[in-house]
């Protein structure tokens, strides 16, 4: 069936085919599903708005503002000014790059003639750059051309998220390769495949002359998915040099922990490692490595079973956190990242595709309805950066013209995606996985579906047949999917109660000669359940079936929050007031008992009241649940808080006294960084020689054994204190802190703080305040090490 790759990619095919083809390489039995032109969401369900909704966001954004810098840095006139927030300051052409994936994305899925032609006119004025280029390259990296050229002589200077002193330059060519692999395989257009050869025979003459560790030393910095597209590459062009380029770009320093089956993921920024994992199952899947094959398997499990939210999402700050404490997780405000899952959909969708096993299916429809969905603004498009976790937060959502975050970019292609996952098929056999209102076209066994449904508010679907051959049996097999907890669904045919097979694990068959006309009902009965946080501490979130459930809390009386971000460079995060605890409805009582006075409240629309168990402010509160991607432009409690009766009133005491020595240090904190994470340090412009970060106690450090350095903001002139956090295990270091290159304090690190993080305050001496804010600068002493600092704080004095 499957021949060898050149002879598998002369023609067109759909991503999703190439994933098909891959696994079917190793594995003839492998699931297929079907392109997204032959499936059409059907108005009327919040899918198919979401995906209209994107495609007007998409049609506010403008070509010429994305192609100026590619041109730019070809020495090209541009045709409008580059767009300004992440696009002019360092991750020029990033966003270009997804526009292509999300031009082709919708193109594909709904047949759009503008999102054609826009795509169209993107690949030619990148080719326009390209051939000016001269050497297969284009991107829109400042200064890239003589970075590049530096590279290719192994001058590399690489950290977590900057190579040769440029802003992850290998994560930003990343969605240049796969928009143009995206424009080819999923737009049809002809010359973006001659681009992408071009491109990748302008990577392959880059690390010719680099070792294996050089290589490696380059992948210290985030690099995006290289390993994946390379191998995509291999795929499209039958040249083995992008296998070996696949192998070469897979970081062993990640990958072998996970080869061993060992979670060493605590302090990782999470999306730097799931496109990996991502090129790891690539590359076993060319290549038939069974190790790492059960790596991105073993990296599945330990991400969607111990470190993610109900929501499916994960991460706080951008980083993973310790799995055995989900604390980070209720008390910040930068909770899970869009992008992560984005990935980690991606990632089960293969899984799923390989194997046929519906667990795969469990999470992304669980990640599907509840944080990609929730994401987008239903209003205006505005794309989700954080979904924070903690009670009584909120969400900031993209500006058109100002945001141009790297969620924004995987934004823009994910509401595109909701018929990638919906049916899939083996042989003749039609396999329904997710209850989204939709109709399939299978034109090689002469079928046509139409699956009509308004799940979750209704539990249940009707697939009417409106074409079939009507010669042969053929098999339709609809998901059963885990949150049904055994209960058997109830199945007819023209009205008719019938009895189903269960021939594969996780789904209900009925094989029969179908015709037109023909309508197979499935319904079933579902009720709410708890979920706990995955380290067993008292939060818990309330699900109806693979929906979460939360509710709109208005702490504050007559308060006026801004939603949109501003063009900042974090104004993806909201940073208004947090809500104090003892503020908002808490679970007081047993759980079950919670449960049991759950009522679902008349109308069409799914919503549910809790009548017993739930406390605000040391009164009884009724609260009103409805699905969490329907809250929007509000704060909201996704996990309630849970404890005893007894429990209540010791907690309101102390949640009080945290609370206003939170707001208390809030209000006399200028600025703060978190040194090693890449937000905080891309914000205070990082700069560093010699420096290295890492994470311990789950806290991010840096050091150096050279100097690195912040801009600390201080408008007024206030401050009057730097607070700097140290490790009591760092000893023996001896290192001089710089204000605008002046001396504030000579450190010498010694023993006496045992093994816990401590820390220090610093006067800031009359001299040398400044009203422009501080170069804060880190100078190691000559054999010694400047470090391990894991938190900085410019703090103004305290009220009177």
Not at 672 to 683: C, D, L, R, S, V
Request: net charge negative.
């Amino acid at each position: 069936m499957i021949c060898s790759p050149a002879a598998r990619f002369g023609r067109f095919v759909s991503p999703v085919a190439l994933a098909v083809a891959l696994a079917t390489s190793a594995n003839v039995d492998a699931m297929e599903l079907f392109s997204l032109e032959q499936v059409r969401l059907t108005a009327g369900s919040p899918f198919a708005h979401a995906q209209q909704t994107n495609i007007r966001y998409i049609e506010q954004l403008q070509p010429d503002k994305l192609l100026a810098p590619f041109l730019r840095e070809a020495g090209l006139a541009t045709k409008a000014e580059s767009y300004g927030n992440w696009e002019n300051t360092g991750l020029d052409g990033h966003i270009g790059g997804h526009y292509l994936s999300a031009l082709s994305l919708a193109y594909e899925a709904t047949g759009d003639a503008e999102m054609k032609h826009r795509l169209d006119y993107m690949i030619s004025e990148l080719r326009r750059a390209q051939l000016k280029n001269a050497n297969g390259y284009v991107g829109g990296i400042p200064g890239g051309m003589q970075m590049w050229a530096d590279i290719q002589a192994g001058k590399i200077k690489a950290d977590l998220f900057s190579l040769n002193d440029h802003w992850v330059p290998w994560y930003n060519i990343h969605k240049t390769f796969a928009g143009i692999r995206d424009a080819y395989l999923l737009g049809h257009n002809e010359l973006a495949k001659v681009m992408l050869v071009d491109l990748g025979k302008w990577a392959k003459a880059l690390v010719a002359n680099l070792s294996d560790e050089q290589i490696q030393t380059m992948l210290i910095s985030e690099h995006g998915g290289m390993n994946e597209v390379f191998a995509d590459m291999y795929d499209i062009t039958g040249d083995k040099d992008y296998l070996k380029l696949a192998e070469q770009f897979s970081q062993k320093i990640i990958l072998d922990p996970l080869v061993k089956h060992e979670d060493k993921l605590n302090g990782l920024h999470a999306n730097t490692q799931i496109p990996k994992v991502i090129g790891y199952l690539r590359v076993s899947e060319e290549e038939q490595k069974s190790d790492w094959h059960d790596a991105a398997e073993f990296f599945w499990e330990t991400v969607t079973k111990h470190r993610s939210v109900s929501i499916g999402g994960n991460s706080v700050r951008e980083h993973f956190h310790d799995s055995k404490d989900f604390t980070s997780m209720m008390e910040d405000v930068e909770g899970p990242e869009t992008c992560n899952t984005y990935n980690m959909l991606k990632l089960s969708k293969m899984l799923y595709q390989e194997s046929g096993d519906s667990r795969y299916l469990d999470f992304y429809e669980r990640a599907t309805f509840n944080h990609i969905l929730s994401s987008q603004n239903p209003d205006n498009g505005g794309l989700v950066y954080f979904t924070a976790m903690r009670p009584g937060h909120y969400r900031m959502y993209s500006n058109v013209d100002k945001s141009m975050w790297c969620c924004v970019g995987s934004g823009i292609e994910n509401h595109s995606k909701y018929g990638e996952m919906i049916y899939a098929h083996e042989h003749n056999e039609l396999l329904v996985n997710m209850f989204i209102g939709s109709t399939l076209n299978w034109p090689e066994q002469g079928l046509q579906v139409t699956q009509s449904t308004h799940f979750p508010d209704q539990n249940a679907m009707t697939l009417t047949v409106d074409k079939a051959l009507g010669k042969d049996k053929q098999a339709i097999s609809i998901r059963v999917p885990a949150w049904m907890n055994g209960v058997a669904p109830q199945l007819t045919l023209n009205g008719k109660p019938i009895k189903a097979e269960q021939r594969r694990s996780g789904y209900l068959t009925v094989e029969r000669n179908w015709h037109a006309g023909d309508k197979l009902a499935f319904s079933f009965g579902v009720q709410p359940t708890l979920e706990q946080l995955p380290d067993g501490s008292s939060y818990y979130s309330v699900l109806y079936g693979p929906v979460v459930l939360a509710s709109n809390v208005a702490p504050f009386a007559d308060e006026k929050l801004d939603f949109i971000a501003n063009g900042s460079r974090m104004g993806h995060i909201a940073a208004g007031p947090t809500c104090p605890p003892e503020a908002l409805p808490i679970m007081v009582g047993e759980p079950q008992a919670f449960l049991q006075g759950l009522k679902r409240l008349p109308g069409d629309k799914l919503a549910f009241s809790a009548e017993q168990g739930v406390r605000e402010k040391d009164q009884p509160k009724q609260i009103d649940l409805v699905p969490f991607f329907r809250i929007h432009e509000s704060r909201y409690e996704v996990y309630l808080p849970q404890m005893s009766v007894a429990e209540y009133p010791e907690f309101m005491a102390q949640a009080k006294a945290k609370e206003a020595a939170a707001e208390l240090l809030a209000q006399q904190t200028l600025d703060k960084i978190n040194p090693g994470e890449q937000q905080p340090e891309a914000e205070h412009n990082f700069a560093g020689e010699g420096s290295r970060a890492g994470v311990n106690k789950g806290i991010h450090w840096r050091d150096s054994s050279d100097w690195f350095a912040y801009d600390l903001t201080d408008r007024q002139g206030e401050a009057k204190t730097l607070r700097i956090t140290y490790f009591g295990g760092d000893v023996n270091r001896r290192f001089d802190i710089l204000l605008n290159g002046k001396l504030l304090q000579t450190v010498e690190m010694k023993p006496g703080h045992g093994d816990e993080m401590y820390q220090v305050d610093y006067p800031i001496p009359a001299k040398l305040a400044s009203k422009q804010g501080y170069r804060l600068k880190f100078v190691a002493k000559p054999g010694s090490i400047a470090g391990g600092i894991y938190g900085i704080r410019l703090l103004k004095a305290t009220a009177k």
